[in-house]
């Protein structure tokens, strides 16, 4: 074994700390999502007149858009759009952009 794989598997974190940092990650995140909920609860919820299956087209199309462009779309637009469906309990249409997001992974 060369030395540096031996320190590469040595500084390697362990599980329990593995899972911590994970543990603090999704925190960030599912913050960073309340807060964004907070903005367009605040900003007036400009899509709650809109049926379910046309913010999931408009959510679909704008992240096709935004991952053909490399972010054309304005993002506030898009955690509008995202806050909206979680408001309603309805679980993003990733579904029907896995294709696009495969492309630029």
Do not use: H
Request: proline letters at 5%; aromatic letters at 6%.
């Amino acid at each position: 074994m060369t030395n540096e794989v031996a320190k590469a598997k040595r500084d390697r974190p362990s599980r329990p700390e593995f899972d911590k940092v994970e543990a603090i990650a999704d925190a960030v995140i599912e913050s960073d999502r309340m807060d964004c909920i907070a903005r367009y609860l605040v900003a007036g919820r400009r899509f709650s007149n809109l049926q379910t299956a046309d913010v999931e087209r408009r959510w679909t199309e704008a992240v096709r858009i935004f991952l053909a462009s490399y972010g054309s779309v304005n993002p506030g637009y898009m955690e509008d759009l995202d806050s909206e469906l979680r408001l309603r309990k309805v679980p993003l249409p990733e579904e029907s952009v896995r294709d696009q997001v495969a492309a630029v992974a």
